[in-house]
């Protein structure tokens, strides 16, 4: 069969914490997108790790019988325990490798909860867009008003004259709903 007749899975790059947070409903959102990913035929591309969030994430798309995609610099196999069950399980040298990885094997990109790594790869995909590079869809996906502070900056970024406006337009705001609800059409 011809790749016309068989076109590969969309694919979802979540980026999101190595840590599970204190609220329940973090981890619960992540097994919540992780389930949808595999029963709308995505496949998850992620860091690769089977703790946190990452961790719960990845077991969701399994057990539901989806394809998943991770990608871990070697420093961090024991840290974030790298998941060797994946579908593709690759392994690079640096962190920048990894979310360049990541970011190539993805036609969308989705942020859950998370810390400063996560953060990096947020900003880092935001800016990519912003000087032209991508032009692939940001979710910003708000799990309990998680994303508020951020975007509080962002908005303070854009009002002292270090952004334009625009900058808001790169990137969509999501309740897990309204998540779900894309990854259906």
């Not at 990885?101 to 912003?130: C, H, K, R």
Request: proline residues 4%; glycine residues 10%; contains cysteine.
């Amino acid at each position: 069969m011809n790749s016309a007749q068989n076109p590969s899975p969309r694919s979802l790059c979540v980026f999101c914490g190595a840590r599970m947070g204190t609220n329940p409903a973090h981890e619960q959102a992540a097994r919540s997108l992780g389930q949808a990913i595999a029963a709308q035929g995505w496949r998850l591309v992620y860091g690769a790790g089977d703790v946190g969030l990452m961790g719960a994430l990845a077991r969701a798309v399994q057990e539901a019988g989806g394809a998943t995609f991770g990608v871990i610099p070697v420093h961090l196999m024991q840290m974030e325990v790298g998941k060797r069950d994946l579908s593709t399980f690759v392994v690079t040298e640096t962190m920048h490798e990894r979310k360049k990885v990541m970011f190539m094997n993805a036609d969308v990109i989705a942020m859950l909860p998370g810390g400063a790594g996560s953060l990096d790869e947020f900003f880092e995909v935001l800016t990519w867009a912003q000087i032209g590079l991508h032009r692939k869809p940001i979710w910003l996906i708000d799990v309990a008003g998680y994303w508020g502070p951020l975007l509080a900056l962002l908005d303070h970024v854009i009002d002292q004259g270090f952004a334009a406006a625009s900058l808001r337009d790169l990137f969509q705001v999501l309740t897990l709903d309204e998540a779900l609800a894309r990854l259906e059409k």
